[in-house]
């Protein structure tokens, strides 16, 4: 069974560029969430996908946006990057359905100049 | 203010030492988790806790969730170099079931 898959693993960009970040979800999961995670802190919910529909956004701008699949993978997008915006990025994928255990990734290290 | 306080923040310890660390707030949860996140690594799953009262056990890791379930403790017998890591509570809640996380306890055990 594959795990989550997450790339890239270390990225870095300039304030005011884009960045897109992939996730393969692990077989048989349907659903996909992202997390950002800053230094020290415990991973803060972005937004979370299922059947290529946004299921559910936190507290982020809409310069923060995403895309699922058919195949259930998922892109987590960022225009007009800032420098607060440098952070783990963690994509946790589960089956469908309430309180299915999510399964993290490994999580893109994002460093803004 | 954070909904979930973990607490300590960090803790350094020997190996063979036992210790302590608590997730505490003042809603009440229908479950908690427990994950563990190590250096370049997501989150991995640990336990659920449900019921108030709870104890849980994974080899030498003691979980238990507070009668009022407000607040969890997860205790470690003997921690070994490899329980180094960042110890989260969470909770699922919102119309996604989304985790809300603690800021974590930063554990470092010294061989």
């Known amino acids: 069974e594959t795990g989550v898959t997450q790339s890239p693993t270390h990225l870095i960009k300039t304030r005011g560029q884009q960045v897109t970040l992939r996730c393969s979800s692990q077989?048989?999961?349907?659903?996909v969430s992202w997390y950002q995670q800053a230094l020290g802190q415990g991973p803060q919910f972005i937004f979370q996908?299922?059947?290529?529909?946004?299921?559910g956004r936190g507290n982020f701008p809409p310069r923060f946006s995403g895309l699922q699949f058919p195949n259930y993978s998922s892109e987590l997008n960022v225009n007009a990057l800032e420098l607060d915006d440098s952070a783990l990025y963690l994509c946790?994928?589960?089956?469908?359905?309430?309180?299915?255990?999510?399964?993290f990734g490994d999580g893109t290290r994002l460093s803004i100049l | 203010t954070q909904l979930l306080e973990q607490s300590p923040q960090f803790l350094s310890i020997q190996e063979g030492e036992n210790l302590t660390v608590y997730c505490n707030s003042s809603?009440?949860?229908?479950?908690l988790q427990w994950y563990r996140q190590e250096p370049g690594e997501g989150p991995v799953l640990l336990v659920t806790?449900?019921?108030?009262?709870e104890v849980k056990k994974l080899k030498r890791l003691t979980f238990q969730f507070g009668d009022a379930r407000k607040d969890s403790s997860l205790h470690i017998t003997a921690a070994q170099p490899g329980d180094t890591g960042l110890y989260l509570c969470?909770?699922?809640?919102?119309?996604?079931?989304?985790?809300?996380f603690g800021s974590g306890t930063q554990l470092t055990v010294l061989p």
């Open positions: 946790a994928s589960s089956r469908g359905g309430s309180n299915q255990p999510q399964h």
């Open positions: 077989s048989g999961h349907n659903t």
């Open positions: 996908y299922y059947r290529e529909e946004e299921n």
């Open positions: 809603s009440v949860f229908s479950s």
């Open positions: 806790v449900v019921t108030g009262g």
């Open positions: 969470s909770i699922s809640s919102g119309s996604a079931r989304q985790l809300t």
